[in-house]
């Protein structure tokens, strides 16, 4: 299928930066529509950001103008800028992605993929 894979996690202090990425691989025919959740401890998992294959984004209030999510579609790979970090920013990232996909055994197939997750901690 469709594999994701996080990176740029890591331990920043309050008011810092992070960016993290989100690499996709396998026989990609198209994605849809990418985002970013975090869960923190105790509490469910939220979206954050997501942006669609056209370009529009929308964010979760928490994040709106310190966050911004951007994608290229060429190397299919999504991006997230965390800037203004907060303590309750601190949680497990997820990337999402939704599109088609290449099987050998039965065309073109959708998929829903999920990434393992990069921890993001802000704290002095």
């Known amino acids: 299928q469709v594999q994701l894979v996080e990176s740029g996690g890591g331990l920043v202090q309050p008011g810092g930066s992070l960016r993290l990425s989100c690499a996709t691989s396998?026989?990609?025919?198209?994605?849809?529509?990418m985002g970013w959740y975090r869960q923190a401890p105790g509490k469910q998992r939220e979206l954050v950001a997501a942006?669609?294959?056209?370009?529009?984004?929308n964010y979760a209030d928490s994040v709106k103008g310190r966050f911004t999510i951007s994608r290229d579609n060429a190397k299919n790979t999504m991006y997230l800028q965390m800037n203004s970090l907060k303590p309750e920013d601190t949680a497990v990232y997820y990337c999402?992605?939704?599109?088609?996909?290449?099987?050998?055994?039965?065309?073109?197939?959708?998929?829903?993929?999920w990434g393992q997750g990069t921890q993001v901690t802000v704290s002095s």
């Open positions: 396998g026989r990609i025919f198209s994605i849809n529509g």
């Open positions: 999402n992605a939704d599109g088609l996909y290449y099987s050998s055994s039965y065309g073109i197939k959708p998929f829903g993929s």
């Open positions: 942006i669609t294959s056209g370009g529009s984004t």
